[in-house]
Protein backbone atom coordinates (compact mmCIF):
# COMPACT_ATOMS: atom_id res chain seq x y z
CA UNK A 1 0.00 0.00 0.00
CA UNK A 2 1.38 3.80 -0.78
CA UNK A 3 2.61 5.58 2.31
CA UNK A 4 0.02 8.14 3.11
CA UNK A 5 1.05 11.30 1.91
CA UNK A 6 2.62 14.33 3.90
CA UNK A 7 -0.03 17.18 3.62
CA UNK A 8 2.09 20.80 3.54
CA UNK A 9 0.10 23.91 4.25
CA UNK A 10 1.65 26.53 2.28
CA UNK A 11 0.68 29.90 3.58
CA UNK A 12 1.81 33.02 1.56
CA UNK A 13 0.49 36.83 0.96
CA UNK A 14 0.96 38.31 4.23
CA UNK A 15 -0.04 41.73 5.56
CA UNK A 16 3.54 42.84 4.85
CA UNK A 17 5.37 45.10 2.15
CA UNK A 18 6.70 41.98 0.91
CA UNK A 19 3.56 40.70 -0.06
CA UNK A 20 3.98 40.50 -3.78
CA UNK A 21 7.53 38.95 -3.21
CA UNK A 22 5.75 36.06 -0.96
CA UNK A 23 3.31 35.85 -3.89
CA UNK A 24 5.90 34.99 -6.25
CA UNK A 25 7.84 33.10 -3.85
CA UNK A 26 5.06 31.01 -3.03
CA UNK A 27 3.95 30.01 -7.12
CA UNK A 28 7.48 28.78 -7.22
CA UNK A 29 7.63 26.25 -4.37
CA UNK A 30 3.90 25.21 -5.24
CA UNK A 31 5.07 24.46 -8.85
CA UNK A 32 8.32 22.07 -7.34
CA UNK A 33 7.17 20.69 -3.83
CA UNK A 34 7.62 16.91 -4.75
CA UNK A 35 4.04 15.69 -5.35
CA UNK A 36 4.92 11.63 -5.17
CA UNK A 37 5.49 12.48 -1.51
CA UNK A 38 3.06 15.87 -0.32
CA UNK A 39 -0.10 16.52 -0.80
CA UNK A 40 0.07 20.64 -1.13
CA UNK A 41 -2.62 22.84 0.44
CA UNK A 42 -2.61 26.34 -0.67
CA UNK A 43 -3.38 29.26 1.95
CA UNK A 44 -3.66 32.58 1.23
CA UNK A 45 -3.52 35.49 3.60
CA UNK A 46 -4.85 38.84 2.02
CA UNK A 47 -2.75 42.39 2.18
CA UNK A 48 -5.86 42.82 4.89
CA UNK A 49 -5.23 39.56 6.83
CA UNK A 50 -8.15 37.90 5.46
CA UNK A 51 -6.84 34.08 5.32
CA UNK A 52 -8.14 32.11 2.10
CA UNK A 53 -8.13 28.28 1.60
CA UNK A 54 -8.78 26.46 -1.28
CA UNK A 55 -9.36 28.51 -4.89
CA UNK A 56 -9.59 31.92 -3.31
CA UNK A 57 -6.11 31.13 -2.04
CA UNK A 58 -5.46 29.73 -5.62
CA UNK A 59 -6.73 32.87 -7.20
CA UNK A 60 -5.00 35.46 -5.22
CA UNK A 61 -1.48 33.70 -6.45
CA UNK A 62 -2.62 34.58 -9.93
CA UNK A 63 -3.81 37.57 -9.26
CA UNK A 64 -7.46 37.33 -9.77
CA UNK A 65 -8.10 37.41 -5.80
CA UNK A 66 -12.16 38.69 -5.16
CA UNK A 67 -12.28 37.15 -1.98
CA UNK A 68 -15.86 37.70 -1.59
CA UNK A 69 -16.95 34.30 -1.40
CA UNK A 70 -14.71 32.21 0.82
CA UNK A 71 -14.40 28.67 1.43
CA UNK A 72 -12.48 29.24 4.36
CA UNK A 73 -11.73 32.76 5.93
CA UNK A 74 -10.63 34.34 9.03
CA UNK A 75 -10.96 38.08 10.33
CA UNK A 76 -10.72 38.57 14.15
CA UNK A 77 -7.56 36.89 15.81
CA UNK A 78 -10.14 33.91 17.57
CA UNK A 79 -12.02 33.27 14.45
CA UNK A 80 -7.82 33.03 13.39
CA UNK A 81 -7.72 30.66 16.03
CA UNK A 82 -10.22 28.45 15.24
CA UNK A 83 -8.96 28.42 11.90
CA UNK A 84 -5.63 27.47 13.17
CA UNK A 85 -7.60 24.35 15.33
CA UNK A 86 -8.72 22.87 12.11
CA UNK A 87 -5.87 23.21 10.15
CA UNK A 88 -4.23 20.98 12.80
CA UNK A 89 -6.20 18.34 11.94
CA UNK A 90 -6.47 18.80 8.30
CA UNK A 91 -2.55 19.64 7.76
CA UNK A 92 0.79 17.59 8.61
CA UNK A 93 3.41 20.91 8.31
CA UNK A 94 2.85 24.22 7.38
CA UNK A 95 5.47 25.78 4.94
CA UNK A 96 5.08 29.54 6.15
CA UNK A 97 6.68 31.32 2.79
CA UNK A 98 5.62 35.06 4.12
CA UNK A 99 8.56 37.64 4.09
CA UNK A 100 8.55 40.50 6.53
CA UNK A 101 6.05 41.82 9.31
CA UNK A 102 3.85 39.00 10.48
CA UNK A 103 5.52 35.81 8.55
CA UNK A 104 9.41 36.82 9.23
CA UNK A 105 8.98 38.08 12.62
CA UNK A 106 8.00 35.53 14.81
CA UNK A 107 4.11 36.20 15.00
CA UNK A 108 2.66 33.17 12.99
CA UNK A 109 5.39 30.96 14.40
CA UNK A 110 3.90 31.76 17.74
CA UNK A 111 0.13 31.15 16.40
CA UNK A 112 1.67 27.58 15.05
CA UNK A 113 3.54 26.69 17.95
CA UNK A 114 0.25 27.20 19.77
CA UNK A 115 -1.50 24.66 17.74
CA UNK A 116 1.30 22.52 18.01
CA UNK A 117 2.01 22.45 14.16
CA UNK A 118 4.99 21.28 12.80
CA UNK A 119 6.27 24.46 10.53
CA UNK A 120 9.42 24.95 8.22
CA UNK A 121 12.13 27.72 9.47
CA UNK A 122 13.30 29.48 12.31
CA UNK A 123 10.62 29.31 15.73
CA UNK A 124 9.74 32.35 17.54
CA UNK A 125 12.81 33.49 19.21
CA UNK A 126 14.79 33.01 15.64
CA UNK A 127 12.72 34.60 13.30
CA UNK A 128 11.96 37.50 16.02
CA UNK A 129 15.64 38.22 16.61
CA UNK A 130 16.37 38.18 12.66
CA UNK A 131 14.13 40.35 11.97
CA UNK A 132 15.02 43.27 14.46
CA UNK A 133 18.50 44.74 13.29
CA UNK A 134 19.29 46.02 16.61
CA UNK A 135 18.95 43.12 18.44
CA UNK A 136 20.37 40.84 15.63
CA UNK A 137 23.11 42.74 15.97
CA UNK A 138 23.71 42.61 19.71
CA UNK A 139 23.71 38.85 19.31
CA UNK A 140 26.19 39.14 16.51
CA UNK A 141 28.14 41.07 18.54
CA UNK A 142 28.22 38.92 21.78
CA UNK A 143 28.98 36.27 19.54
CA UNK A 144 32.20 38.32 18.70
CA UNK A 145 31.36 38.24 14.95
CA UNK A 146 32.64 41.16 12.91
CA UNK A 147 30.04 43.98 12.00
CA UNK A 148 30.00 47.72 11.67
CA UNK A 149 29.51 49.64 14.03
CA UNK A 150 25.77 50.90 15.11
CA UNK A 151 23.86 53.04 16.91
CA UNK A 152 20.21 52.52 17.73
CA UNK A 153 17.76 55.53 18.75
CA UNK A 154 13.85 55.15 19.20
CA UNK A 155 11.57 56.98 16.96
CA UNK A 156 10.22 59.34 20.35
CA UNK A 157 13.98 59.93 21.06
CA UNK A 158 14.53 61.39 17.57
CA UNK A 159 11.27 63.29 17.68
CA UNK A 160 11.92 64.46 21.69
CA UNK A 161 15.61 65.77 21.06
CA UNK A 162 17.01 65.56 17.18
CA UNK A 163 20.30 67.41 17.54
CA UNK A 164 20.94 65.31 20.91
CA UNK A 165 20.72 62.26 18.92
CA UNK A 166 22.34 63.78 16.08
CA UNK A 167 25.58 64.75 18.34
CA UNK A 168 25.05 61.28 19.30
CA UNK A 169 25.47 59.31 15.91
CA UNK A 170 28.26 61.78 15.20
CA UNK A 171 30.09 60.97 18.49
CA UNK A 172 30.05 57.17 17.41
CA UNK A 173 30.00 57.60 13.56
CA UNK A 174 31.29 59.27 10.61
CA UNK A 175 29.50 59.42 7.46
CA UNK A 176 28.54 57.75 4.88
CA UNK A 177 25.80 56.32 7.61
CA UNK A 178 22.88 54.11 6.79
CA UNK A 179 20.00 55.07 8.26
CA UNK A 180 17.51 51.71 8.84
CA UNK A 181 13.72 51.14 10.31
CA UNK A 182 15.18 48.29 12.71
CA UNK A 183 12.19 46.05 11.77
CA UNK A 184 11.68 45.93 8.02
CA UNK A 185 12.94 44.56 4.64
CA UNK A 186 12.98 44.73 1.00
CA UNK A 187 15.06 48.07 1.65
CA UNK A 188 12.15 50.21 2.13
CA UNK A 189 12.73 52.79 4.29
CA UNK A 190 16.24 52.94 3.97
CA UNK A 191 18.49 55.85 3.24
CA UNK A 192 22.45 56.60 2.99
CA UNK A 193 23.29 59.64 4.56
CA UNK A 194 26.44 60.97 3.14
CA UNK A 195 26.44 64.77 4.80
CA UNK A 196 24.45 65.91 7.69
CA UNK A 197 22.15 67.94 6.09
CA UNK A 198 20.62 64.74 4.53
CA UNK A 199 20.49 62.90 8.03
CA UNK A 200 17.31 64.48 9.49
CA UNK A 201 14.77 63.75 6.38
CA UNK A 202 16.46 60.01 6.10
CA UNK A 203 15.50 59.81 10.54
CA UNK A 204 12.39 61.20 9.34
CA UNK A 205 11.72 58.27 6.59
CA UNK A 206 12.53 55.48 8.37
CA UNK A 207 10.72 56.90 11.39
CA UNK A 208 7.48 56.89 9.76
CA UNK A 209 8.08 52.85 9.37
CA UNK A 210 9.35 52.17 12.76
CA UNK A 211 9.34 53.29 16.23
CA UNK A 212 13.34 51.91 16.38
CA UNK A 213 15.66 53.14 13.84
CA UNK A 214 19.21 52.08 13.18
CA UNK A 215 22.14 54.15 12.31
CA UNK A 216 24.93 52.54 10.93
CA UNK A 217 28.83 53.33 9.90
CA UNK A 218 28.79 52.81 6.10
CA UNK A 219 30.99 50.16 4.70
CA UNK A 220 33.10 51.12 1.73
CA UNK A 221 33.71 55.10 3.38
CA UNK A 222 32.82 57.96 1.18
CA UNK A 223 33.84 57.11 -2.55
CA UNK A 224 33.38 53.38 -3.18
CA UNK A 225 30.48 50.68 -2.88
CA UNK A 226 30.89 47.43 -0.58
CA UNK A 227 30.68 44.08 -2.21
CA UNK A 228 27.78 42.26 -0.85
CA UNK A 229 28.16 38.96 -0.41
CA UNK A 230 25.40 36.23 1.10
CA UNK A 231 25.67 32.45 2.09
CA UNK A 232 22.76 30.12 1.95
CA UNK A 233 22.67 28.13 5.80
CA UNK A 234 20.37 25.12 5.84
CA UNK A 235 19.81 22.70 9.02
CA UNK A 236 18.63 23.00 12.98
CA UNK A 237 21.25 22.15 14.88
CA UNK A 238 24.21 20.67 12.66
CA UNK A 239 23.52 23.52 10.10
CA UNK A 240 25.43 23.94 7.01
CA UNK A 241 26.47 26.97 4.62
CA UNK A 242 26.84 26.94 1.07
CA UNK A 243 29.25 28.17 -1.70
CA UNK A 244 28.80 32.51 -1.66
CA UNK A 245 27.19 34.49 -4.03
CA UNK A 246 28.11 38.22 -4.90
CA UNK A 247 25.14 41.23 -5.81
CA UNK A 248 26.29 43.60 -7.87
CA UNK A 249 23.31 46.24 -7.08
CA UNK A 250 22.34 48.01 -10.56
CA UNK A 251 22.24 51.28 -7.84
CA UNK A 252 24.71 53.24 -5.60
CA UNK A 253 23.27 50.43 -3.20
CA UNK A 254 21.24 47.49 -3.00
CA UNK A 255 17.29 49.33 -2.51
CA UNK A 256 14.22 48.84 -3.27
CA UNK A 257 14.09 49.58 -6.75
CA UNK A 258 17.34 47.92 -7.65
CA UNK A 259 16.61 44.35 -5.82
CA UNK A 260 12.71 44.58 -7.80
CA UNK A 261 11.87 46.83 -10.31
CA UNK A 262 14.61 47.57 -12.42
CA UNK A 263 15.12 44.97 -15.38
CA UNK A 264 17.10 43.76 -18.12
CA UNK A 265 20.34 45.44 -19.08
CA UNK A 266 19.59 47.59 -15.84
CA UNK A 267 19.19 44.33 -13.98
CA UNK A 268 21.39 43.98 -10.31
CA UNK A 269 23.35 40.89 -11.12
CA UNK A 270 24.60 37.88 -8.88
CA UNK A 271 27.51 35.91 -9.72
CA UNK A 272 27.68 32.56 -8.03
CA UNK A 273 30.53 31.36 -6.90
CA UNK A 274 31.68 34.68 -5.89
CA UNK A 275 35.66 35.20 -6.70
CA UNK A 276 37.55 34.89 -3.37
CA UNK A 277 40.27 33.24 -1.86
CA UNK A 278 39.93 29.97 -0.08
CA UNK A 279 40.73 31.75 2.52
CA UNK A 280 37.97 34.18 3.22
CA UNK A 281 35.32 32.24 1.53
CA UNK A 282 36.03 29.85 4.41
CA UNK A 283 36.23 32.94 6.82
CA UNK A 284 32.55 34.05 5.69
CA UNK A 285 30.93 30.27 5.36
CA UNK A 286 32.10 30.34 9.25
CA UNK A 287 31.12 33.67 10.23
CA UNK A 288 27.26 32.90 8.13
CA UNK A 289 26.91 29.69 10.59
CA UNK A 290 28.21 31.43 13.43
CA UNK A 291 25.20 34.21 12.76
CA UNK A 292 22.76 31.44 12.52
CA UNK A 293 23.44 29.70 15.63
CA UNK A 294 23.79 33.31 17.58
CA UNK A 295 20.16 34.01 16.42
CA UNK A 296 18.98 30.44 17.71
CA UNK A 297 17.61 29.80 13.98
CA UNK A 298 16.40 26.66 12.20
CA UNK A 299 15.38 25.48 8.93
CA UNK A 300 17.18 28.23 6.86
CA UNK A 301 18.67 31.70 6.55
CA UNK A 302 20.37 33.97 3.89
CA UNK A 303 23.30 35.51 5.92
CA UNK A 304 24.49 38.38 4.10
CA UNK A 305 27.83 40.09 4.11
CA UNK A 306 29.06 43.65 3.27
CA UNK A 307 32.90 43.40 2.53
CA UNK A 308 34.97 46.55 1.77
CA UNK A 309 36.13 46.39 -2.15
CA UNK A 310 39.54 45.56 -3.20
CA UNK A 311 42.67 48.28 -2.50
CA UNK A 312 46.06 47.76 -3.16
CA UNK A 313 48.32 46.93 0.19
CA UNK A 314 44.94 47.04 2.29
CA UNK A 315 43.02 43.53 3.33
CA UNK A 316 39.27 43.97 2.94
CA UNK A 317 37.22 43.68 5.69
CA UNK A 318 34.31 41.62 5.82
CA UNK A 319 31.34 42.81 8.25
CA UNK A 320 28.29 40.89 8.93
CA UNK A 321 25.17 42.80 7.76
CA UNK A 322 21.99 40.65 8.42
CA UNK A 323 20.37 37.40 8.55
CA UNK A 324 17.16 36.98 6.80
CA UNK A 325 14.95 33.67 8.21
CA UNK A 326 12.77 33.67 5.42
CA UNK A 327 14.88 35.14 2.07
CA UNK A 328 13.05 35.17 -1.13
CA UNK A 329 11.99 31.43 -2.53
CA UNK A 330 11.85 31.89 -6.41
CA UNK A 331 13.51 29.14 -8.40
CA UNK A 332 16.00 32.27 -9.03
CA UNK A 333 16.35 33.91 -5.88
CA UNK A 334 19.67 33.38 -4.57
CA UNK A 335 19.23 31.09 -1.68
CA UNK A 336 17.83 28.33 -3.68
CA UNK A 337 20.55 29.26 -6.41
CA UNK A 338 23.49 29.00 -3.56
CA UNK A 339 21.96 25.49 -3.22
CA UNK A 340 21.53 24.77 -6.52
CA UNK A 341 25.51 25.70 -7.15
CA UNK A 342 26.20 23.09 -4.11
CA UNK A 343 24.85 20.31 -5.65
CA UNK A 344 20.94 20.67 -3.87
CA UNK A 345 18.47 20.93 -6.54
CA UNK A 346 15.25 23.18 -5.74
CA UNK A 347 12.80 20.44 -5.33
CA UNK A 348 15.09 18.39 -2.58
CA UNK A 349 15.68 21.73 -0.99
CA UNK A 350 11.84 21.98 -0.57
CA UNK A 351 11.72 18.48 0.69
CA UNK A 352 14.67 18.89 3.00
CA UNK A 353 13.28 22.15 4.27
CA UNK A 354 10.11 19.91 4.76
CA UNK A 355 12.00 17.27 6.89
CA UNK A 356 13.64 19.60 8.93
CA UNK A 357 10.48 21.15 10.14
CA UNK A 358 9.32 17.75 11.31
CA UNK A 359 12.74 16.74 12.94
CA UNK A 360 12.52 20.19 14.48
CA UNK A 361 9.02 19.65 16.01
CA UNK A 362 9.43 16.23 16.75
CA UNK A 363 12.83 16.99 19.05
CA UNK A 364 10.59 19.38 20.65
CA UNK A 365 7.98 17.03 21.83
CA UNK A 366 10.64 15.19 23.94
CA UNK A 367 10.92 18.41 25.75
CA UNK A 368 9.05 18.47 29.32
CA UNK A 369 7.40 21.40 30.05
CA UNK A 370 6.72 21.11 33.67
CA UNK A 371 8.04 19.06 36.23
N1 LIG B 1 26.43 49.74 6.63
C1 LIG B 1 26.25 49.68 5.31
N2 LIG B 1 27.25 50.04 4.46
C2 LIG B 1 27.09 50.00 3.12
N3 LIG B 1 25.93 49.63 2.52
C3 LIG B 1 24.88 49.28 3.31
C4 LIG B 1 25.00 49.29 4.74
N4 LIG B 1 23.82 48.90 5.25
C5 LIG B 1 23.01 48.66 4.19
N5 LIG B 1 23.62 48.89 3.03
C6 LIG B 1 23.01 48.78 1.68
O1 LIG B 1 21.60 48.76 1.84
C7 LIG B 1 21.04 47.50 1.44
C8 LIG B 1 19.87 47.13 2.33
O2 LIG B 1 20.26 47.08 3.67
P1 LIG B 1 19.85 45.85 4.61
O3 LIG B 1 20.35 46.14 5.97
O4 LIG B 1 20.31 44.59 3.99
O5 LIG B 1 18.26 45.95 4.64
P2 LIG B 1 17.08 44.94 4.20
O6 LIG B 1 16.80 44.11 5.39
O7 LIG B 1 15.96 45.82 3.85
O8 LIG B 1 17.62 44.12 3.04
C9 LIG B 1 22.22 46.55 1.50
O9 LIG B 1 22.04 45.43 0.68
C10 LIG B 1 23.36 47.45 1.03
O10 LIG B 1 23.29 47.67 -0.38
MG1 LIG C 1 19.37 43.03 2.97
Not at 111 to 138: H, I, N, Q, T
Not at 233 to 253: H, Q, R, T, W, Y
Amino acid sequence: MAKKKLRIGVLFGGRSGEHEVSLLSAASILKALDRSRFEIVPIAITKAGQWLGGDSARALLSGEAQPLALEAAAESSTELMRYSAALTNAIDVIFPVLHGTFGEDGTIQGLLELADLPYVGSGVLGSAAGMDKDVMKRLFAAAGLPQTPHVAITRSEWRADPRRCQREIEKALSYPLFVKPANLGSSVGISKVKVRAELASAMDLAASYDRKLVIEQGVGGPGAKPRELEVAVLGNDAPEASVIGEIIPAKEFYDYEAKYQLHGPDESVSVIPAKLTAAQQKQIRAIALAAFRACDCAGLARVDFLMEPAQKGFTPKVFLNEINTMPGFTSISMYPKLWQASGLSYKELLSRLVELGMERHAEKQATAFSR
